[in-house]
């Protein structure tokens, strides 16, 4: 399996309902991002939290990071119809000099109306 | 702030030609820029990484020769895609950062390749 993995594949909820999405991965990191990717389009950095934080809120989001399971998870709450898109997780080795991140596989997040 | 932009948003070429896509921080000086590929429904794979002034460092597997990437500026970088096929045909996606990408990279909104 590769560094940063993340489950579901696939989350399908109804607007109002909250969404939690998991991140695991395999080295030692210095941090530890979450991106959003809206269908065909770049990708959006919503949170990053460091390897010394275990958690972070950013209005609705909030990230939590546990080093001892090498896993992150994302929660959003109160979902919308607007937050439909791809989630990813990106992870950045602790002791590089440059910020090479490894993406994990994402989540698709359908938020029906 | 933290703007970063990619030209063409998307192209369409014939096979054996070269496509240049560029990509530019519109409102700050990227020391480091990253340069990905993502297939559908796929993640994104990093294919390399350029800082100004000096030679890309290429991910394995990946051709330095087939995927040319200049850094001229603090502001510009461009990944040439030479002699392209259809097996090229992906998005592209550049994104940028400073002090060496130790904290954020601000991501361009990609570049669709495709190659008939």
């Known amino acids: 399996s590769q560094q940063g993995e993340e489950d579901p594949q696939a989350l399908s909820i109804q607007e109002g309902e909250n969404a939690t999405m998991n991140c695991s991965y395999k080295?030692?990191?210095?941090?530890l991002q979450w991106y959003r990717q809206n269908s065909g389009r770049g990708l959006v950095h919503l949170i990053l939290i460091r390897s010394n934080e275990r958690e972070k809120h950013s209005g609705r989001l909030r990230v939590t990071l546990d080093t001892s399971k090498k896993s992150s998870s994302l929660l959003i709450t109160a979902s919308r119809a607007a937050d439909t898109a791809s989630y990813f997780c990106?992870?950045?080795?602790?002791?590089?000099?440059?910020?090479?991140?490894?993406f994990g596989q994402g989540t698709i997040l359908t938020v029906h109306p | 702030g933290a703007v970063v932009s990619q030209h063409p948003s998307r192209v369409i070429c014939k096979s054996g030609t070269s496509v240049k896509i560029e990509c530019r921080s519109l409102d700050f000086q990227a020391t480091t820029m990253f340069w990905y590929r993502q297939f559908p429904k796929q993640s994104l794979m990093l294919m390399a990484t350029s800082n100004e002034g000096s030679k890309a460092t290429y991910e394995q597997g990946v051709e330095k020769d087939k995927f040319l990437i200049n850094h001229a500026s603090l502001t510009l970088s461009t990944l040439t895609v030479t002699s392209a096929h259809p097996e090229d045909s992906s998005f592209y996606i550049c994104?940028?950062?400073?002090?060496?990408?130790?904290?954020?990279?601000?991501f361009g909104p990609g570049t669709r390749l495709l190659v008939l």
């Open positions: 080295t030692s990191i210095n941090n």
């Open positions: 994104s940028a950062a400073t002090s060496g990408g130790q904290e954020t990279q601000y």
């Open positions: 990106a992870t950045k080795a602790g002791g590089t000099s440059y910020g090479k991140l490894t």
